[in-house]
C-alpha cells in the first residue's frame, strides 16, 4: 500500500511561485511513472508534469518553462516548481504514482492564482 501526501498549495498574486511536494510512504513496488496533475472547476483532470523510469521529464505546452518537477530518491518525496503562474492555473493539483503494486493518488491541494 501506497500513500502520497501533498502541501503546499495556497493563493499567490499572478507572476508569483509555489513549490508543492508530495511525500510518498509504502512500498511501491516497480514504478513505472510519477508525476503531477491538476483539475480546475468544471474541467478533466489534466497532465502537468510525468517522468517515467527511463525517459524525460513531459510537459504540457501550457507549463513549459514554468513548471518543474523534481524528485528526491533518498526523501522519497517528489516536488512541482511553479513559477510565474498566471490565474489560469488555479486548481487542485494532485500528485501520482504509477507502479507494480497499483496506481496511487494523493488528495489533492488547492492552488488559487489571484491578484
Known amino acids: 500500500q501506497v500513500q502520497l501526501v501533498e502541501s503546499g498549495g495556497g493563493l499567490v498574486q499572478p507572476g508569483g511561485s509555489l513549490r508543492l511536494s508530495c511525500a510518498a510512504s509504502?512500498?511501491?513496488?516497480?514504478?513505472?511513472?510519477m508525476g503531477w496533475y491538476r483539475q480546475a472547476p468544471g474541467k478533466q483532470r489534466e497532465l502537468v508534469a510525468q517522468?517515467?523510469?527511463?525517459?524525460?521529464?513531459n510537459y504540457p505546452d501550457s507549463v513549459k518553462g514554468r513548471f518543474t518537477f523534481g524528485r528526491d530518491i533518498a526523501e522519497n518525496t517528489m516536488y512541482l516548481q511553479m513559477n510565474n503562474l498566471k490565474p489560469e492555473d488555479t486548481a487542485v493539483y494532485y500528485c501520482?504514482?504509477?507502479?507494480?503494486?497499483?496506481?496511487?493518488w494523493g488528495q489533492g491541494t488547492q492552488v488559487t492564482v489571484s491578484a
Open positions: 501520482r504514482q504509477h507502479g507494480s503494486v497499483g496506481d496511487y
Open positions: 517522468i517515467t523510469t527511463s525517459g524525460p521529464t
Open positions: 509504502g512500498s511501491p513496488g516497480r514504478i513505472y511513472f
